[in-house]
């Protein structure tokens, strides 16, 4: 697990925990411009409690990596652009207590203010930010170590299933043989069972027309005996 004094030195270290901005908020209330995205080296300094004479020296110590957090100086147009957009969202005490740089001004985002926090050394503030990413940083190591071994203990189980079905195969095979041996057996019972019903079913006329006759020479019988009696 990486130390604080790592964190302070590794550029490397630092670019990892890039994404966790959430944790500024979570030590202290970042006040941002009305814009709601940006800060001035004076709102940084405000929240790191430190003067801004030591956030200057730290951004131009580490321009470079600042700068690939979101860290912008805006000059000339932009700068003008910029307090004209700002002019128009700013609320409370009114567009005169605006402050407005006269020849260039350095924007600050929460990944720049959280770069910020992992270099500045002499701040309470951002000593309790490094903290809380190394615990954060403990605890996610200890959620992967647990389910690293959950999965591990998955595996074991599959892996005893595996086994299972490699001594069920066989087994299986010889119920599949069973049951195709009774499927054609069932299907000559039901051959065996048409055969005999078209059997019987000429047996059926047989028997009908024999009734027939039966019928007729009673029929002649009756008649025979009323000719005799006369």
């Given at each position: ?54 956030v200057k020296k730290v ?67 951002a000593r309790c930010v ?42 299986l095979n010889r119920m ?55």
């Open positions: 697990m990486p130390t604080e004094v790592a964190l302070l030195e590794s550029r490397a270290l630092r670019v990892e925990q890039m994404g966790r901005v959430d944790v500024l908020d979570k030590v202290k209330c970042l006040v941002m411009l009305p814009d709601g995205i940006h800060l001035r080296t004076e709102g940084v300094a405000r929240y790191f409690e430190v003067s801004t004479e030591v951004t131009h110590r580490h321009r470079t990596e600042l700068e690939e957090n979101g860290l912008r100086t805006l000059r000339g147009s932009d700068l003008q652009d910029f307090h004209r957009d700002m002019l128009s969202l700013w609320a409370g005490e009114g567009a005169e207590s605006y402050p407005q740089a006269a020849t260039q001004l350095r924007l600050f985002t929460r990944r720049t203010v959280l770069n910020v926090a992992m270099l500045l050394r002499d701040s309470d503030v490094r903290t809380y990413l190394l615990d954060a940083e403990q605890d996610l190591r200890a959620g992967y170590a647990s389910l690293e071994h959950r999965v591990t203990r998955v595996e074991s189980h599959l892996a005893g299933v595996g086994t299972a079905l490699q001594e069920l195969g066989p087994v599949s043989h069973r049951l195709d041996s009774l499927d054609r057996r069932l299907e000559a019972t039901h051959q065996v069972v048409g055969a005999m019903s078209v059997r019987l079913s000429g047996v059926s006329d047989d028997v009908g027309r024999l009734d027939g006759r039966m019928d007729a020479l009673a029929r002649n019988l009756k008649e025979l005996n009323r000719r005799n009696q006369r």
